[in-house]
Nanobody, 127 residues
Framework: QVQLVESGGGLVQAGGSLRLSCAAS????????MGWFRQAPGKEREFVAA????????HYADSVKGRFTISRDNAKNTVYLQMNLLKPEDTAVYYC????????????????????WGQGTQVTVSS
């Protein structure tokens, strides 16, 4: 099993940047593909970005492509989400998620693909 703890959220003005971190417990972090999702008030949780076990593959939602970058450091058991050019519509609780996989290039963009979730971190973008 893996436990996930997000950090780095906060309040930022439109056009600003934030970097979210997700620290994972356990010794097999490199066996998990990782993803970021978000949930705005009154809306369903949605996919943001995902990265494969060895960072060989990444995938982004169209709404964040070109502004957000997902990365991971397997030596530190951490996945990151660098968010630039933030917009008020990026305001949400951001969740880190993990899926155990044997596929080196596997990435998931559906909620039901992920078996482990963090508690979330709030990101608020003011206009």
């Amino acid at each position: 099993q893996v436990q996930l703890v997000e950090s780095g959220g906060g309040l930022v003005q439109a056009g600003g940047s934030l970097r979210l971190s997700c620290a994972a417990s356990g010794r097999t972090f490199s066996s998990y593909a990782m993803g970021w999702f978000r949930q705005a008030p009154g809306k369903e949780r949605e996919f943001v970005a995902a990265i494969s076990r060895s960072s060989s593959s990444t995938h982004y939602a169209d709404s964040v492509k070109g502004r957000f970058t997902i990365s991971r450091d397997n030596a530190k058991n951490t996945v990151y989400l660098q968010m630039n050019l933030l917009k008020p519509e990026d305001t949400a609780v951001y969740y880190c998620a993990a899926v155990l996989t044997s596929g080196a290039y596997y990435i998931g963009n559906r909620l039901d693909e992920y078996g482990y979730w963090g508690q979330g971190t709030q990101v608020t973008v003011s206009s």
